[in-house]
């Protein structure tokens, strides 16, 4: 059995390392990874595939930086190309991204069967061109991948049982690849108190508002004052930071970091704030509590058992979490919501069972 897995962002890699070591242990598959460059640079060097344990890329596609429209048609025509090539079994995708969509338009144009990794996922805000892609992707799989009942239960409302399709809980490739990373963890050489928070701060709903990057930033600053708050930045949201002339010495800003790194701070912070998807769930794996500065989550379940709280960029919403984080039940954070680490186990039986 032939697979051909494509992936463009960062933490699609880290997902499919899962998957991939996975496919390792069977002999009778052989897959095939397109990088279509989405989302690349410098960190993803052979360095990094050889630090996360994950195969290099068979085919790199060199595709980013472009409008949606742009990125997504090229994608299309590139990953055909390979998919006539090397006529695999299986396409499979994960997640949300331009590449996720463009490898789902190919499988169902070529007739190819279609696996969606991270499926039944949705934020209900259509204006998140992630959201687009998750429920187009869905639509034309064989097989969906749901990490969660809630996500099961999006594709039943959305009438899928009717649909030839099958849908599978096979619980969050994320957990497969925290439990694995946890082990090999580095320690960042910034400065680090004995306590802290974690905070993450990317989405551009958050950084092209100026109104709540300035209320989100006026909050950290107060906190700032209470607890080390360590803030790896991307340099384009420094850069905003800088036009807002917003004046920021209460926290611990630092370069864009490795996983590995970013492991060891989840791991040993005291609480994580974050508008970042994937760092909601790790906070949980980790079991710390997540403050989200996001008006909506494709994690709902993380919020309804009060392991995540919701905040917008509302500053005194802010403010209020973190005073109140010390009512915080722990053991919220001790509920199997996303399997036990073996969803890369269950897609591969899966896979095997229905080619």
């Not at 039943?156 to 497969?176: L, N, P, T, Y």
């Not at 080390?228 to 905003?240: A, D, F, G, N, S």
């Amino acid at each position: 059995m032939k697979i051909l897995t494509i992936l463009g962002a960062r933490p699609q890699f880290i997902k499919a390392g899962s998957v991939s070591r996975e496919i390792a242990k069977h002999n009778e598959i052989k897959e095939i990874i397109v990088h279509t460059g989405q989302h690349y640079d410098t960190n993803m060097s052979d360095i990094f595939f050889e630090e996360m344990k994950i195969p290099k890329p068979n085919y790199f596609l060199g595709i980013g930086g472009k409008s949606h429209g742009a990125m997504t048609g090229q994608m299309i025509e590139k990953i055909e190309e390979v998919a006539l090539k090397e006529k695999p079994d299986w396409i499979m995708v994960y997640g949300d991204t331009n590449s996720t969509l463009a490898g789902a338009i190919v499988a169902s144009k070529l007739h190819i069967k279609l696996a969606h990794i991270e499926a039944g996922l949705r934020s209900f805000n259509m204006n998140m061109p992630e959201e687009i892609n998750r429920i187009l992707t869905d639509r034309v799989s064989n097989i969906l991948f749901c990490p969660t009942d809630v996500a099961i239960k999006n594709l039943r409302d959305e009438g899928f049982a009717s649909f030839k399709c099958k849908i599978i809980k096979s619980g969050d490739v994320m957990q497969d690849g925290a439990m694995f990373y946890k082990n090999l963890a580095v320690k960042p050489t910034c400065e680090i108190k004995d306590e802290y928070i974690l905070c993450t701060i990317h989405r551009a709903e958050n950084t092209d508002n100026v109104n709540r990057l300035r209320s989100i930033f006026e909050a950290l600053n107060k906190i700032g004052k209470d607890k080390q708050v360590i803030l790896p930045v991307h340099p384009r949201t420094k850069k905003l930071l800088e036009n807002l002339n917003l004046e920021i010495k209460n926290l611990t800003l630092i370069d864009p970091i490795g996983y590995l790194k970013m492991v060891w701070l989840i791991d040993n912070c005291d609480f994580v704030m974050t508008d970042s998807g994937g760092l909601q769930k790790e906070a949980f794996f980790f079991e710390k509590q997540c403050i989200t500065l996001r008006d909506e989550t494709e994690w709902v379940e993380l919020v309804n058992c009060g392991a995540n709280t919701l905040v917008g960029a509302n500053k005194e919403k802010i403010l209020n979490s973190y005073r109140n984080n010390s009512d915080f039940n722990i053991d919220n954070l001790k509920l199997n919501l996303y399997g036990t680490g073996k969803a890369a186990e269950i897609i591969i039986k899966k896979l095997l069972e229905y080619r």
